[in-house]
Every structure is written in structure tokens, then in C-alpha cells.
């Protein structure tokens, strides 16, 4: 009876386990796939892989934590701040780094935006700082109680919320250039540039919007990364993480990020 007791109690801690490597995988996989919904974007725009796209992530999360830390700032108004600059930090990469190399081979535009990375990791440290910063959202890092009372299962109510809240801002994103006539442009770019030109989309507007909807994503990404493990240099590999979701969901295709 003791032998088939602890074999029981084996199977369930290994279910439990299971079970929270499961929950935990799929939750880390939404926030991955949010930046990874950064590179598609860019991509599906202009056929240039944002090699940036890590750089910005960290530009944005350290730049909220820089502004409110310089001016004593609450979060509520470091964030719409933030995001006015991220939304100008993408409209002037698409002016000044994009628009001049129309038509250029696409290794340039990639090396490009490698310039542009290291540009923008030395930038924004040069302006607040190099040292690992504290960033704290308003989301307890604890143990969904339930779970843990009830299942044995280690559930962290913060990857809950950045789950959450990354699946509506995908959700969001892909409505957006799926249902509305941006998006009908931007899938038109993206199909052929010439024809799109030809049938008057503004291809300089539709890279606009995109580069500047990447800022806003980034900036999502930096805060909850950041949160998570701290605003410091190596968020810049989080956007390297997330080349599988890339590689086996494809370059072009946002459901296939998702999924």
C-alpha cells in the first residue's frame, strides 16, 4: 500500500510538473511572439530584416525607466511619454535610414539596420546610463495562490498579465492589418512594391506606419521584459530568441508568429 501510495504521489508531482513547464512554455511563448511580431511587420513592409529590432526593445525600455527616474515621474505618464518617442524614433529610422536606400539590394537595407542597432544601444546609453535598472509595473511576481493550493502548480500572476496583455496587443495588430484599408496597403506593399506604387498606395506613408507601430511594439516588449528581468543590455538578446518563432512560422506571415 506505502509502494503504490508513493508511486501515486510520483505520477502526480510529475503531472504537476508537466503541467507547469506546459503553462510556462505557452506563456513566455505569447511575449516571444510579440517580438517576434516586430520583425514580421517590418518585414511584410519592406523585405528588410530589422536587425534592429533588439536594440529597440531596449531603447524603449530604458528610456521609460530613464525619463521617469530623471523628472520623478509615475509610470502612468513615463509610458505615454515613452511612446511618443518611440512613435518619432520609428518615423525618423524610416526617414533618415530607410527611405534613402529605396531600391538598394536588400544585404544594404540588412546592414543597415546592424548600423542602426549599434547606434542605438550606444545612444541610449550614452543618455541615461549603462547600469542595470528596476523596473516595476504594477503586477505582483507571486503564485497564482489557487493553483498552487490546489494543483501544486507554479503559476507566476505576472506572466499571466504580460501573456494577457501581449495577446490583446497581437490580437489588436493583426485585425489591424488584416481588416482595415492600412492593412490591405501594407499586404499590397508587401505583394509588389511597383505595382502598389503604381495603383497609388503610398508606400512612404504604409513604411511610416509600420516602423512606427514597431516602436510601439518594442516598447511593449522592453516594459514587460524589462520587468521581468531587469532593463540592462541583454534585452537586446531577447529579440534573438525569437528568430525560431521567425524561422518555423515564417518571415511574412503574423499567424504564423502567433501560432
Not at 22 to 42: D, Q
Not at 47 to 61: K, L, P, T, Y
Not at 196 to 210: C, D, E, F, H, K
Request: glycine share 8%.
Amino acid at each position: 500500500n506505502d509502494a503504490a501510495s508513493d508511486s501515486d504521489n510520483e505520477a502526480g508531482m510529475n503531472i504537476s510538473f508537466f503541467l507547469e513547464v506546459l503553462i510556462g512554455g505557452l506563456l513566455s511563448g505569447v511575449m516571444y511572439t510579440l517580438v517576434a511580431l516586430g520583425f514580421v511587420l517590418i518585414y511584410k513592409a519592406s523585405g528588410v530584416f530589422n536587425f534592429a529590432q533588439g536594440a529597440m526593445v531596449f531603447f524603449a525600455a530604458l528610456t521609460c525607466v530613464g525619463i521617469m527616474t530623471k523628472f520623478n515621474l509615475p509610470l502612468w505618464v513615463g509610458i505615454p511619454l515613452t511612446i511618443v518617442v518611440m512613435v518619432v524614433l520609428g518615423l525618423l529610422i524610416e526617414r533618415v535610414v530607410l527611405r534613402p536606400l529605396v531600391n538598394q539590394p536588400q544585404i544594404t537595407l540588412f546592414m543597415a539596420t546592424i548600423g542602426l542597432s549599434f547606434f542605438l544601444e550606444g545612444l541610449v546609453q550614452l543618455m541615461w546610463g549603462s547600469e542595470v535598472r528596476k523596473l516595476d509595473l504594477p503586477i505582483e511576481d507571486v503564485p497564482i495562490q489557487y493553483l498552487l493550493d490546489h494543483y501544486n502548480i507554479s503559476v507566476l500572476q505576472f506572466d499571466v498579465a504580460a501573456a494577457t496583455i501581449c495577446a490583446i496587443l497581437v490580437g489588436a495588430l493583426a485585425l489591424l492589418f488584416s481588416k482595415t484599408k492600412i492593412g490591405r496597403a501594407l499586404r499590397a506593399v508587401a505583394d509588389d512594391h511597383q505595382a502598389a506604387l503604381a495603383v497609388g498606395i503610398p508606400l512612404q506613408q504604409v513604411w511610416a506606419v509600420v516602423w512606427a507601430v514597431a516602436g510601439l511594439v518594442a516598447l511593449v516588449a522592453g516594459l514587460l521584459w524589462g520587468a521581468r528581468n531587469g532593463v540592462q543590455f541583454a534585452l537586446t538578446f531577447v529579440a534573438l530568441k525569437a528568430l525560431p518563432v521567425l524561422i518555423l512560422g515564417g518571415f511574412t506571415s503574423v499567424p504564423g508568429a502567433i501560432v
